[in-house]
């Protein structure tokens, strides 16, 4: 399998998986500004692939979503309905959150690689990036730092440690469309 096939699958489904209920590995990573990290493990089978669309179907139990590609991932001719693939992630701090664009429905948008937050003991095969979430905001709860919302996929929970986003956060109601930008680390396995 080519490098950017792997990247864009990388990118495809891993973005797709954010808000899965995940199986647990026994791996952990140190985030910055979170600590000690499980990496998550989350199987998933490829429904469809729109290559003109650059977007990715991906299917977990009864959840199916899309997931758009950036062009910087290659093209997605290897890609094919059916693929099995187990998706190990490692999820970072939230970067960013605010109001989404009126009319916006729930999905997942891969952005650059980023370099920050580190990943403390990472394996070399996974990939950092960052990905904005879009979806319902259900709650903030000040005093924990966790923000409750109901992504592509389903209910999540993450935990904000940036003042700056928990402001942000305080003035959004209860079923705003939000969206969270946070940073990630996937790796891909085509089995």
């Known amino acids: 399998m080519s490098k950017h096939l792997v990247r864009a699958l990388a990118i495809a489904v891993a973005l797709g998986a954010a808000a899965c209920a995940p199986t647990i590995t026994s791996q952990t990573i140190i985030v910055a500004g979170v600590g000690p990290v499980e990496i ?4 998933v089978e490829v429904v469809d692939v729109a290559p003109a669309a650059r977007t990715v179907a991906v299917r977990q139990g ?4 899309d997931v758009r590609v950036p062009e910087a991932f290659g ?17 970072g701090v939230i ?6 664009k009126k009319g916006a429905r729930p999905g997942i948008v891969y952005t650059d690689v980023t370099g920050s937050p580190s990943f403390q003991n990472l394996p070399d095969k996974y990939v950092v990036r960052s990905l904005t979430l879009t979806a319902r905001f259900e709650s903030f709860d000040p005093a924990s730092g966790v923000v409750s919302f109901v992504g592509p996929i389903g209910p ?14 305080r003035r959004i109601r209860r079923g705003d ?6 940073a990630e680390a996937v790796y891909i396995q085509k089995y």
């Open 156 to 169: 999540r929970r993450l935990t904000v440690v940036d003042p700056a986003i928990r402001d942000d956060l």
């Open 62 to 65: 009864r959840f199916v979503w």
């Open 40 to 43: 998550e493990q989350i199987e």
């Open 95 to 100: 970067l960013g959150a605010r109001r989404a």
């Open 75 to 91: 093209d997605l001719q290897n890609i094919r309905a059916g693929d099995r693939l187990a998706i190990h992630r490692a999820e």
């Open 177 to 182: 469309m939000i969206d969270l930008t946070f």
